[in-house]
C-alpha cells in the first residue's frame, strides 16, 4: 500500500521513465490482489492493464513489460465472460512466453507458466468448443507440462513459495505419485504464511493432504 502510494506521488515526474511504468503496473496488481472490494479490484485491474500496454509499446524488449503486463491481462480476466477470459488467457501466455525469452532466470514466470498450464490442462470440453469456435484453435497443455514448470521454479529457488509447493503436490497428486505429492505439502507447511496467497495455498495444502490419507 504505501509503495503503491509513493509511486502515485511521483507518476508526473517519472511517468516516461519504463523502469517507474513497469513498476507502477506491478503495483496495481499487487493492489488488485490486496483489495476485497470487487469494484476496487476492477479499477485496479483495468488501468494497470492500460498501463502495461504502454509499456510493451514502449519497451518491447523489457522482460518485466511483458511480465506484468501479462499479470494484469489475467487479473482483468477474472471479471469477464468466457469469451474474453479465453482472449485474455491468449494475451497472457503470449506475453508470459516473450517475458520468459527476455529474463530466462525468473523464477516467478515459470511459476505463472505452471499455472497457465495446469488451469489449461482443467478446461472444460465446452470451454474448449467455444475456444476453437471464436479463435479457430483450442488451448492445450497437460500436468505433466504444468508440473515440469513448477520444478524449474524449485531449480532456479528452492523454497520459493508455499504456493508452488501446494501446486507441485497438486500435479502429483493428480499423477498418481503420492508420496512426492505428500513430500511438497511437508515442505509447503514449513514455509510461513505471510501473504494472503500464502493462506489460499496453505488452506489447499491441507485440503490435498487429507485427499492423499484416503
Not at 491481462?73 to 482472449?87: D, H, P, T, W
Amino acid at each position: 500500500m504505501e509503495s503503491f502510494e509513493l509511486l502515485c506521488d511521483h507518476k508526473e515526474k517519472f511517468r516516461d521513465e519504463i523502469e517507474f511504468i513497469w513498476r507502477f503496473v506491478r503495483a496495481y496488481g499487487d493492489m488488485c490482489e490486496l483489495s476485497t472490494n470487487i469494484q476496487e479490484k476492477k479499477h485496479y485491474a483495468n488501468i494497470g492493464k492500460t498501463l502495461g500496454e504502454k509499456a510493451i509499446t514502449r519497451a518491447p524488449m523489457n522482460g518485466h513489460c511483458h511480465l506484468w503486463y501479462a499479470v494484469l491481462c489475467g487479473c482483468v480476466a477474472e471479471f469477464e465472460g468466457l469469451q474474453n477470459k479465453i482472449n485474455y488467457g491468449y494475451r497472457f501466455k503470449e506475453h508470459l512466453d516473450k517475458a520468459i525469452q527476455f529474463l530466462p532466470e525468473e523464477p516467478y514466470l515459470y511459476y505463472l507458466k505452471g499455472r497457465y498450464c495446469y488451469t489449461v490442462s482443467k478446461l472444460s470440453w465446452i470451454e474448449k468448443k467455444m475456444s476453437a469456435t471464436l479463435f479457430g484453435k483450442i488451448p492445450s497443455s497437460t500436468v505433466q507440462e504444468a508440473l515440469q514448470h513448477f520444478l524449474k521454479v524449485e531449480e532456479l529457488h528452492p523454497g520459493f513459495s508455499k504456493s508452488n509447493y501446494m501446486f507441485l503436490a497438486k500435479c502429483y497428486r493428480d499423477l498418481e505419485q503420492v508420496d512426492k505429492a505428500a513430500k511438497f505439502c511437508n515442505l509447503a507447511v514449513l514455509l510461513p504464511c505471510v501473504t494472503k496467497e500464502d493462506k489460499d495455498a496453505q488452506k489447499e495444502v491441507t485440503k490435498i493432504s487429507s485427499s492423499l490419507k484416503r
